[in-house]
């Protein structure tokens, strides 16, 4: 059975740090790995999707790596914002084994305090 | 662009009423995905449907049901509802199963 693990649950840092958010997944045979953010009260917004074949995809201050032999993906956030408090969540996708679903973990809460 | 519309946004349920969560998506896409999320937990897959008249299980089935009569509209319906069903409710969308999900802002369940 796929598990996904994220760590920390929670991180509190102050405006303008670089930090880094972990996943971890039990099986590596995935197709591909996503990070969402959500916001209180809202649904799922997708980040990044890193296809197994790749090693990170990157959006403005985000850069997501994947490293799929070791179970193990990062979301770096450069130069952190307030408005970067969200929760963020990270799932995969396989092996098909365990059907045609993501897996999802249970996500860090993240605040950027001013 | 509207995207996954979900109705009602807010429910509070009787132990053993029935109701059904409305989800409709206008980006044609093939794939449509029930979740439901409860506290400090990561999501989980309720029922699934690669097109139309096309459904399956996914992890936490048991007290739902699902349909799929249009690409566009993938309804849940709880029948006999229960406190365990307590919980926010997410539909998304994909085009197709390998690509990104888009999702719905939930619909928050209560059941007393």
């Known amino acids: 059975k796929q598990e996904v693990t994220q760590i920390p649950a929670a991180l509190s840092v102050p405006e303008g740090e670089n930090l880094v958010l972990n996943c971890s997944f039990t099986?590596?045979?995935?197709?591909?790995l996503q990070w969402f953010r959500q916001d209180p009260g809202k649904g799922l917004t997708s980040l990044l999707l890193?296809?197994?074949?790749?090693r990170e995809q990157t959006s403005g201050r985000l850069n997501a790596s994947l490293d799929k032999s070791s179970g193990r993906s990062t979301l770096y956030i450069a130069a952190s914002q307030p408005g970067d408090s969200a929760t963020y969540l990270c799932?995969?996708?396989?092996?098909?084994?365990?059907?045609?679903?993501?897996?999802f973990g249970a996500g860090t809460i993240l605040r950027v305090k001013s | 662009n509207a995207g996954v519309t979900q109705t009602p946004k807010f429910r509070i349920l009787k132990i053993g009423q029935s109701m059904t969560l409305q989800c409709t998506q206008d980006m044609n896409h093939n794939y449509m995905y029930w979740y439901r999320q409860d506290p400090g937990m990561g999501l989980k897959l309720i029922y699934y449907?690669?097109?139309?008249?096309?459904?399956d299980k996914g992890e936490v089935p048991n007290g739902y049901n699902v349909s799929r009569s249009t690409t566009e509209d993938f309804p849940l319906r709880l029948e006999l509802a229960a406190p365990s069903q307590t919980s926010v409710y997410f539909c998304a969308s994909s085009r197709q199963g390998l690509q990104p999900q888009h999702f719905g802002d939930g619909t928050r369940l209560s059941i007393l």
């Open positions: 890193i296809q197994s074949s790749q």
């Open positions: 799932a995969v996708f396989g092996p098909m084994e365990y059907g045609n679903k993501l897996v």
């Open positions: 449907s690669v097109g139309a008249g096309i459904t």
């Open positions: 099986d590596s045979a995935i197709y591909n």
